[in-house]
């Protein structure tokens, strides 16, 4: 067999996890592909035995980001996939939602899960993840991965499914989180710490930070992936004007960062 993994990760999350399959095929001799959603210019299928789709989680649902590269994918003509979601929580509509689309797409869905990490926006909503926790969650992670890739190589299928009530309250969750954002860009600040080193700028997958007045200013495209907050290495990006502890140093690493 041979596969791909299609990805979004603002800080390092759901790349991480993208990887952990990846070595779990390699084990089975199994390639396997890695690609991120912000650098797909050509989506191509074919010549591929499966897809895999990763996501993050925002307000119960994937990003807007996720679901337009969702809608670009080519029909599928019975091809396997696997989706999962990577949030703080235990469970989430995301992957729901996605397998969804993907099986009107005629996609055969075999694996449909959710895989808990650490909460990037933890100073949002929730609360600030300890290390031992953050360490606990990748623990159980990597063990649910190797078991549900075991399963996908048997083909057997592996699906974790929320209620049809959780589905549409959040796709409701998302569409509100969306129209919303505009306003929550208007809370992200830089101070005088910014050193304009150009990081977050380059690195921003809606391109909504310029520099304006010695430092970074943020503007209306923000999709609050918090992908600058986490990657600034000198903390000087504000949410409300608090400083935010930076919980995804270790998983930043993951990245490809420009």
């Given at each position: 067999?041979?596969?791909i993994i299609?990805?979004?990760?603002?800080?390092g999350?759901?790349?991480?996890?993208?990887?952990?399959?990846?070595?779990?095929?390699?084990?089975?001799?199994?390639v396997?592909?890695?690609?991120?959603?912000?650098?797909?210019?050509?989506i191509?299928?074919a010549?591929?035995?499966?897809i895999?789709?990763?996501?993050?989680v925002h307000?119960?649902a994937?990003?807007?980001?996720?679901?337009?590269?969702i809608?670009?994918?080519?029909?599928?003509?019975?091809?396997?996939?696997?989706?999962?979601?990577?949030?703080g929580?235990?469970?989430?509509?995301?992957?729901?939602?996605?397998?969804d689309?993907?099986e009107k797409?005629?996609y055969?869905?075999?694996?449909?899960?959710?895989?808990?990490?650490?909460?990037?926006?933890?100073?949002?909503?929730?609360?600030?993840p300890t290390?031992?926790k953050?360490?606990?969650n990748l623990?159980e992670?990597?063990?649910?991965i190797?078991?549900?890739?075991?399963?996908f190589?048997?083909?057997?299928q592996?699906?974790?499914?929320v209620?049809?009530?959780r589905?549409?309250?959040?796709?409701?969750?998302?569409?509100?989180?969306?129209?919303?954002?505009p306003?929550?860009?208007t809370?992200?600040?830089?101070t005088?710490?910014?050193?304009?080193?150009g990081?977050?700028?380059?690195n921003?997958?809606?391109?909504?930070?310029?520099?304006?007045?010695?430092h970074?200013?943020?503007h209306?495209?923000?999709?609050?992936?918090t992908?600058c907050?986490?990657?600034?290495?000198?903390?000087?990006?504000?949410y409300k004007?608090k400083?935010?502890?930076q919980?995804q140093?270790?998983m930043?690493?993951?990245?490809?960062?420009r």
């Amino acid at each position: 067999m041979k596969g791909i993994i299609y990805y979004f990760s603002a800080t390092g999350n759901t790349k991480w996890a993208a990887n952990k399959f990846k070595d779990n095929f390699k084990k089975e001799d199994i390639v396997v592909e890695v690609k991120s959603m912000e650098k797909a210019d050509n989506i191509d299928i074919a010549g591929y035995d499966f897809i895999v789709i990763g996501t993050p989680v925002h307000a119960e649902a994937a990003p807007k980001f996720v679901m337009d590269f969702i809608d670009k994918l080519p029909e599928g003509q019975g091809i396997k996939a696997i989706v999962y979601s990577t949030q703080g929580a235990n469970s989430a509509a995301a992957a729901d939602i996605i397998s969804d689309v993907l099986e009107k797409k005629g996609y055969t869905i075999m694996v449909q899960t959710y895989i808990k990490i650490s909460n990037n926006y933890y100073f949002g909503v929730g609360k600030e993840p300890t290390l031992e926790k953050i360490t606990k969650n990748l623990s159980e992670a990597e063990k649910k991965i190797s078991r549900v890739t075991s399963e996908f190589i048997k083909g057997n299928q592996y699906k974790n499914c929320v209620s049809l009530i959780r589905i549409a309250m959040g796709k409701i969750s998302g569409k509100s989180f969306n129209r919303y954002l505009p306003k929550i860009s208007t809370k992200l600040t830089s101070t005088d710490e910014c050193t304009k080193c150009g990081l977050c700028l380059r690195n921003c997958p809606h391109k909504n930070i310029t520099f304006e007045n010695g430092h970074a200013v943020f503007h209306t495209y923000c999709m609050m992936c918090t992908r600058c907050i986490h990657i600034c290495p000198k903390n000087a990006i504000r949410y409300k004007g608090k400083k935010i502890k930076q919980t995804q140093k270790s998983m930043i690493k993951a990245l490809n960062l420009r």
